[in-house]
Structure formats: C-alpha cells, structure tokens
C-alpha cells in the first residue's frame, strides 16, 4: 500500500471546493460520467487503430445507488488505469489544477461558471461526497489498484484483487447534506438532463420488456416478459447523423424527443455540420411564433461532444435566433471564459457568423423550393426573419431574396418585385419611392380603400418589431421612404404634379379652419384644411409618421426614449376637406350652436374611424345618434 500526501499549498481543498461550487453540484455526475465516456472512447480509438489487441464490443457505462451502504457508483469499461497512471492523473494533475481554479477564483462570485468548463471534473465528486474510491484495471496487463481519499490530502493507493475486469469504477460516499443524490428520481433527472445523448450507452437499473409472440402463437399464448438493461440515454442523435441518413419524419421525432412538452409540429428544421475553420454540428428548428417577442423556456440547447452544457446560447447563437429551437454541439467553444469575453472570441464569432449564413441559405432554398408553401408560413416565421434583418448585416444583404412584404389583397412581394410592380406608380414628384402600409387592416380600412382607389398598393407590416424593420430599410435603400397609410390624407403621402381645384378661397379656407379649432378646442387636434376630392370624407384624423413611428419604436424597446418621446402626449392631424358639403355647411350656418354640434358630431366620426372615441364620450355620441333617428 502507497499513502501520500496530494501535493496541493492550499491546507484543505475540499471544503473550498464545496463552498465556491455548491451552486452547481449536480455537476458531478455529468463530469463523471464524461470521464467514463472519455475513457470508452479512448479503448474504440486504440482497439481501431490495432494499439489493443481486443474486441471493442459494446461497452456501455453503468451508473448504481446503494442506499444502504449511501454509495453512488460510476461504472466503465473503458481503458482503465495503471497505479503509475492514478498517481499522474489523480493525484498530480487534477488537484493541482484544483488548486489553481480556486486560487483564481476563490475570492470572487462572478463569472464562477460551472466547474465542467474549466476541465477539472473528478474532484467535482467531493462536492456531494465525503469518501471517494477509485477502483480500477488498465488494458495494460498489470494489477488492478484502488484509491482512496477522504477529502483530506492524503490518500492510499494498493493493489486489489476484486477488480478482474478493464475499466474504471468510481465509488462516491455520500455526504449527510447531499443524499438526494441516493434518490432514483433524482438520478435519473440528471442523466436526462446532462447525458440524454452521451455517445455510450449508460445503464441506470433494468426493466421489463414483452417479448413479441410467434406468428404460430395459440391464440390464448401469453407473451414472455424479460428484465433488460434500462439504457436511459440515445447514444446517436440525429444531429451526429448526415442529413441523407434522415427522412422529414426522423427530424421531427428527434424534435419531440428534445422538447417533450412541444406538441405542435415545427415548421422546418437546418441542418447544421461544418469541419473547418471550426467544427460544429447541429439542427435547429423554426417553431410556429406568433408576434409575441417572448422566449419560451424551450431554448436552443448547447452541447460539447454529445455532453449538455447549458440552453444560454447568447453570444454563440445570433440573438435573432434565440427565437429557434434545436441543438448546437461544438467543441471549438472556449466554455472557461466570462460571457464578455466569449462574445470577442473569434472562434465564437466565425460559427455565430456561419449560423447566420446557413439559416439565410435555408431561407433561400425554402422559397425557390416552394414558393406557396414559404408563403404560408410567412406569419409564423416573419418575426425571426425581420429581427435578422434589423441585428445582423450579412443576412440583411441576403434577405432581399426571401423576405416578404405581404399586401392588404394577401399578395406577397419580394422587394425586387416591390421596385418592378409598385414602384412605378407610388413614385412622388421628387423621384422617391413611397411604400404605403397598414398594420391593422381593420382598424385603418378606410384609410387603406382611399389608397387602393388611387390605384396604390398598401403592404400590411403587423409585426411588433416594424418600425425597426422600416428604419433599416429606409437606411440601406435609395430613395425610398415608409409611410402609414393613415399618416395624412393619401395625396400628401404620395405627392404628386397634380393640385386640385378648391371651392373656397383662402379667406374662407381661413375662416373654416378658425370655426373648426374653437369648436375642437383641444390641443391635441391641429386642424389642416385640404384640397381633397369632394366625394372623401369631410373630417379625417391622421397622425404624423415621425411621431406615431418614435413611439412605436419606443414602445418595443427601441429608440423612442433617445428622441424624448416617453411620456410624449398624442398628437394628431384633423384634415378637413374644403371641397366637402360639411365645409360649405359650417361656412354658411349662422346658428353657433348648430354650427357646433355639426363641427364635434363629424369629429365623433373621424374618432371613431380611429378608434379613438371611447369611454364617456363613445357613450355620449350613441345616445345623440339615436336622438338624430327619432327626429
């Protein structure tokens, strides 16, 4: 027998080792059986390249609680260790890499992370155990030895007899303040969580299976049951298969099999799998999304060699993407780092730059693939592809070959077919190009039929995040501007050579415009009289674009505030047509009160056109257009 003190400066390790990670103990289990997956695989690389004269076989990890005796032990058989080995390894290298992660760490909380990023996984045991026993056989022909180390520095190692086969078992003595880790549930949570698709098969007891009976069973035969190992993890997920390997429906089952509670059906899936500059693989799925911008706790899931990580993929994942589901495996991904330094990484930006461009390239294939069918999904995947456009300039430049402008008539326009078919006739006098749009094609009809009575187009942009998208594109293309189709009357949104015929002078155009603001009297209305055909409507209430656009940015988060708009009052246009029979009425009325009551019921009716009239006033305006009925 060998004892020895672990050559570490600092006195007691392990208690430091409990007190800084205690968040995170779970951890143990994930990195001890990442150890033993290691090892596994280390035994097929040298049995492949004829290093072992040996079967691989089917090794498989197995993972056993022992309440009784309050152990919790780990099982390989992988490669195993010589004693020489156990001493290099255990002893020497983990703890003194130990012993640096916490001289490094010890005296800050901030980014602690969770100790599998920082590669020192097996004395993450002695957070949840009080005694650790490695007992183990190398392939080499030597002795198997065991180790022991109560969580002081010292420690024995001897050679044994009761380990025959190869491998390596670890043996936990749980602590009192850790024995839900002796719970079955509890286990089984973790290895769901931490190694569903460990690329070995890991047994966690066994269970009954019915075996089929013979096509020549009597028909009251009853079918044979055996106990089988109970493998809890699938050790090749889809994304380790190339995509040839799976059909539409492997992609969706594998999608269930991620997210259990998920029953809609995702749209469509990308396959993700590149070895060079770095590697990764990967699948990510658009899920049905409505204009809601909230994330669901059904996250895009990070792995490193089949092991989970994390579902916080900020920094790695582009934030337009947050909004997917699905899985990225990478092992380029530097995991020891704070997130500010994670998001400089230039591995980290080369893969967040390849996600962009293959989910662009989807979209791409996608429409020319099936243009109806991309049309159909357009409302459930909008709110990714306009928040692409916004963050990311690479897809940005891409777009113009999937994103899609939809109209109030249901068309669908790529913006080249926006320049080819509606440019030409919604091209002011000064040459720029006018994109008319509603965002609620109920609530702005009227607005919208004038338009479409001028022949104009009006694009329907419904998603929260318009006025960003809008910004952008006002930015990046050439004389082009966006304008609500209730901004102002159609004719000043779209100004053309044209100047209509007034039926007033502007003394009386004047006198007008004076009658109708001491009706109103409200600061909120500016009264603007225009030229307007004699058969639209007398009063129309608009809002300026600037200013409606401002607080809608402000109200998704944008730069409303920067501009002061937070807490900026509403303010409108009433537009009140000349050439209207209302105008000429107002003009020659000489009774004031009557006068009056035309001018507030018309401007009732341009509310409620709005949906501005409401509460007491709506009630208000009932009541005296039944009163009209009766007389």
């Known amino acids: 027998m060998t004892k020895g003190n672990i050559n570490v400066s600092v006195e007691n390790i392990f208690p430091l080792i409990k007190k800084f990670l205690y968040s995170d103990h779970e951890i143990f289990l994930r990195e001890l059986i990442s150890n033993a997956t290691d090892a596994t695989l280390k035994l097929k690389h040298l049995t492949s390249i004829g290093e072992i004269k040996t079967d691989y076989g089917q090794p498989k990890i197995e993972v056993k609680i022992n309440k009784d005796a309050k152990t919790l032990t780990i099982i390989d058989q992988g490669i195993g260790m010589t004693g020489e080995e156990v001493e290099k390894y255990i002893n020497q290298i983990a703890f003194s890499g130990a012993e640096e992660f916490l001289e490094k760490y010890k005296d800050t909380s901030k980014d602690s ?163 060079y500059p770095f590697n990764l693989t990967g699948i990510l799925y658009f899920p049905k999304l409505t204009n809601g911008l909230n994330i669901e706790k059904d996250k895009i899931q990070l792995y490193q060699n089949q092991v989970y990580v994390t579902d916080e993929v900020k920094g790695i994942v582009p934030d337009f993407l947050m909004l997917l589901r699905g899985v990225i495996d990478s092992p380029d991904i530097p995991l020891n ?46 709110i990714v592809i306009e928040y692409g456009m916004i963050s990311e300039d690479k897809f940005f430049d891409k777009s113009d070959k999937f994103a899609l402008y939809p109209t109030t008539d249901g068309k669908n326009y790529l913006w080249s077919e926006l320049e080819e078919k509606v440019k030409p006739m919604q091209t002011d006098k000064d040459g720029n190009f006018v994109i008319l749009y509603a965002t609620n094609a109920d609530e702005q009809h009227s607005y919208i039929q004038s338009a479409k009575d001028k022949g104009y187009e009006v694009l329907l942009l419904d998603s929260p995040i318009v006025p960003h998208l809008i910004q952008k594109l006002e930015q990046s293309k050439d004389k082009i501007s966006f304008a609500r189709v209730d901004a102002d009357h159609v004719n000043n949104l779209i100004k053309k050579e044209d100047t209509a015929i007034s039926k007033l002078n502007e003394e009386e155009k004047e006198s007008l415009k004076k009658n109708i603001e001491e009706a109103v009297n409200d600061k909120k209305f500016s009264v603007k009289v225009e030229d307007l055909e004699s058969t639209e409507a007398p009063f129309m209430i608009t809002q300026p674009e600037f200013m409606r656009r401002m607080k809608d940015m402000q109200a998704t988060g944008g730069g409303g505030g920067m501009f002061g708009m937070s807490g900026f009052p509403e303010m409108y246009n009433l537009v009140v047509n000349s050439n209207s029979e209302l105008a000429a009425e107002i003009l020659k009325s000489e009774n004031a009160e009557e006068k009056n009551s035309k001018i507030k019921y018309a401007l009732d009716l341009a509310k409620l056109s709005q949906n501005l009239l409401k509460g007491k006033d709506l009630t208000e305006f009932i009541q005296k257009s039944y009163s009209n009925l009766s007389k």
């Open 113 to 275: 992370g969770i100790i599998g990023h920082f590669g020192l996984g097996f004395y993450s045991a002695f957070m949840v155990a009080e005694k650790v026993e490695i007992v183990t056989k190398s392939y080499k022909d030597e002795p198997a030895v065991r180790w022991i180390c109560d969580g002081s520095p010292e420690y024995t190692l001897e050679e044994t007899t009761d380990k025959t086969d190869r491998g390596t078992e670890i043996i936990l003595h749980i602590a009192e303040d850790s024995t839900e880790f002796l719970e079955e549930f509890r286990i089984r949570e973790l290895l769901l969580k931490y190694n569903k698709f460990m690329p070995v098969p890991i047994k966690f007891g066994t269970k009954k299976e019915t075996l089929p009976l013979p096509e020549d069973a009597a028909e009251d035969a009853k079918a044979e049951t055996v106990e089988v190992d109970n493998i809890i993890n699938n050790p090749t997920p889809a994304w380790t298969k190339a995509p040839s390997e799976l059909s539409d429906a492997d992609y969706r089952e594998f999608y269930h099999e991620l997210y259990p509670m998920q029953f809609e059906e995702p749209l469509f899936n990308i396959h993700l799998n590149v070895d």
């Open 337 to 382: 780092v704070s997130r500010s330094y994670l998001q400089a990484d230039g591995a980290v930006k080369k893969i967040s730059s390849y996600i962009t461009k293959k989910v662009a390239d989807k979209m791409v294939s996608l429409f020319n693939e099936n243009r109806e069918d991309y049309e159909k999904k357009w409302n459930d995947i909008k």
